[in-house]
């Protein structure tokens, strides 16, 4: 397990449904590893002291998104993208490797399903989601979405769930519930928070994950995990007052 | 090493497919290339998606991993593959940094940004300005200016690294994976409508990637760009979409199925 005696993590994060965060917020839990959480504001004004388009924060990440980290542990060294931020807290807590991979063939192996979650299942849902929300692209051009638009992501995220299926199928048939080799990994954990996102689409069809039973018994297992239901509760955003 | 490495590159003339033969010519590394029909959905046959189940290029096999060299390795992603290849076959560092080092974390956090953020906002507007086959306007502005955004990301961190590390790479103070995964979309900056004129320190950069050692000849792997020789002729690469536009609306209806 991770090594006594560390300083808390900064963690630059924000609220659900924003998904990249929950990503670090399970890996830190898992390992046990203490930290602190800077909420940010998710605005493009550079002059928001709280924004993440801030100086003080683009400094810090220069794309100037959520998450990041800051390990004071480390010369207060800064690491951004959620699946480079897996790979640090791991390579370095994680040093029995319980989440990680041993050998370089079972790094390679996680790296690619992380590396297909955050080019694929991350972008084309977020595509989807913004296309399918009033605010996206009704309200700034007051038309309705083509519908070409709409069915290239919805087709693009049915095709990557329908591949991350047959392939957790795959891995059941070899006896394994998860992603690579026989045991939760950081791959896993980069899978599971967009897998949740698309309960938070204003056109959510409960039926969607029905096409992909092997993402669903997969998902029931993830969410299951008490470092997960400790993130989903600590990153619920606390209902507004009236 | 000591074993030749026995490496299988199933490949294309894209942007994603150039950055793993421009790391393995760089690296020296002999490698056997299989192009892959993405004209004739090659990339979804059984033979290909047992070895890449996303069916997309690039994929690697490594016939002799190092520590299972019996099982062959098949990876996906370029991501993955880069950082497969540098683990592997670069003890020396030449695109890369020594593991654990600042510059060996800033490397993977730019290639992530690269595979996660500029790979997919550039495809996007390649495929509204080129294939979609309908002009949506709206779909072209936001992608667009999505990868015009990433480029100007690039373009304040080339200054950082210029200015303040006197280096002209991404990270550190030499050519890296960094660099090569960027390259790869830089390359077909203008296909998507970003003209490179706009950041300077980026087209700057591009040439300096131009003329690295073993670029030339990793970037006409498998074959050489037919879209280099006429990139700004706007009738010309009219004419080329043709070409693409036609397996790429026919991959999105075998999606719809
Ligand atoms: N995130 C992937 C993207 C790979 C990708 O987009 N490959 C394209 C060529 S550049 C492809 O094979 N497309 C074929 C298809 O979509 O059918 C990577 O970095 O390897
Ligand atoms: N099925 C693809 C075909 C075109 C394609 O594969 N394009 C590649 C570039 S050659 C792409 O956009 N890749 C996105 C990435 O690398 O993230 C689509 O409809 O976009």
Partial sequence: ?242 | MSNTPELTLYTGQTPNGIKISIALSLLSLPYKTVPISLSTHEQKSPWFTSINPNGRIPALTDHSPPSSPKTPLHIMESGAILLYLSETYDPNHKISFPKGSTEYWETIQWVFWQNAGLGPMQGQSNHFIRYAGEDIKYAKERYVNETRRLYSILEKRLEVQEVEGGSGWVVGDHVSIADITIFGWAVFAEWAGVDLKEFERVRRWRERMEGVEGVEEGRNVPEPSGLRAIMGDERKMEEFAEGSKKWILEGMKRDAK
């Fill in chain 1, 1 to 242: 397990m991770a090594p006594t005696n560390i300083k808390p993590i900064t963690v630059y994060g924000h609220y659900l449904p924003f998904p990249n965060p929950p990503k670090v917020f399970i890996l830190l839990k898992l390992l046990g590893i203490p930290y602190n959480h800077v909420m940010k504001v998710a605005s493009d004004d550079p002059t928001l002291e709280d924004g993440i388009k801030h100086p003080n924060f683009t400094s810090i990440n220069p794309n100037g998104r959520v998450p990041a980290i800051a390990d004071p542990n480390n010369n207060n060294f800064h690491v951004w993208e959620s699946g480079a931020i897996l790979q640090y807290l791991a390579e370095i807590y994680d040093t029995d490797h319980k989440f990680s991979g041993k050998t370089v063939e079972e790094r390679s192996m996680i790296n690619q399903w992380i590396a297909f979650q955050i080019s694929g299942q991350a972008p084309m849902s977020g595509q989807l989601i913004w296309f399918s929300v009033p605010q996206g692209h009704l309200l700034k051009y007051g038309e309705k979405t083509p519908d070409h638009v709409l069915l290239r992501f919805r087709n693009e995220v049915r095709r990557i769930y329908s591949v991350f299926n047959a392939h957790l199928e795959q891995q059941k048939a070899k006896g394994s519930d998860w992603i690579v080799g026989d045991r939760m990994t950081i791959a896993d954990i980069a899978w599971a928070p967009w897998t949740r996102t698309m309960i938070y689409m204003p056109t959510y069809d409960p039926t969607f994950y029905d096409e992909f039973p092997a993402v669903k018994a997969w998902f029931a297992k993830m969410e299951a995990i008490p470092a997960v239901q400790e993130t989903i509760a600590e990153l619920t955003a606390p209902a507004p007052k009236n």
